[in-house]
């Protein structure tokens, strides 16, 4: 397992977008929007890590209600899994919680989150990245 990426929470994916490239050496960007999870994705690829802005698409959105609780800033920390549904069997067995099932996010991974009353306030998402072609 290994860091896949740190999610921040932003009102304004593009402007947020404007304020790293000032600091960051980005390789590469990918911009989504994710209905099912009422976000815009904004991917920062940076040489062995990624950033991800989150944008609400709509106030019903969770990174809306985050917004308003929190503001602005890091909302979770994402973990490449290799066998998601092993990982998450195996936390199961250990005691957390899950927010929701596995489900598709970002880039067509399988994707679920870790309930932060379970990792010391820390939201965990795991992810796994569909087989390649």
Excluded at 53 to 72: A, C, T, V, Y
Excluded at 73 to 97: C, L
Excluded at 104 to 109: A, E
């Amino acid at each position: 397992m290994r860091v896949d990426h740190i999610a921040i929470a932003v009102k304004n994916a593009e402007n947020a977008l404007g304020n790293y490239k000032k600091i960051l050496k980005i390789d590469k960007i990918e911009t989504e929007m994710v209905p099912n999870e009422k976000v815009k994705v904004v991917m920062m690829n940076l040489q062995d890590t990624r950033i991800e802005l989150l944008e609400p698409m709509d106030d019903d959105s969770p990174i809306s209600k985050f917004l308003r609780e929190r503001g602005e800033g890091i909302h979770h920390i994402a973990i490449t899994a290799d066998e998601i549904e092993t990982d998450v069997n195996r936390a199961k067995d250990g005691g957390m919680r899950f927010l929701g099932e596995l489900r598709t996010g970002s880039y067509g991974r399988k994707i679920t989150f870790i309930h932060p009353k379970s990792l010391n306030g820390v939201l965990v998402e795991f992810c796994q990245a569909p087989p390649t072609q």
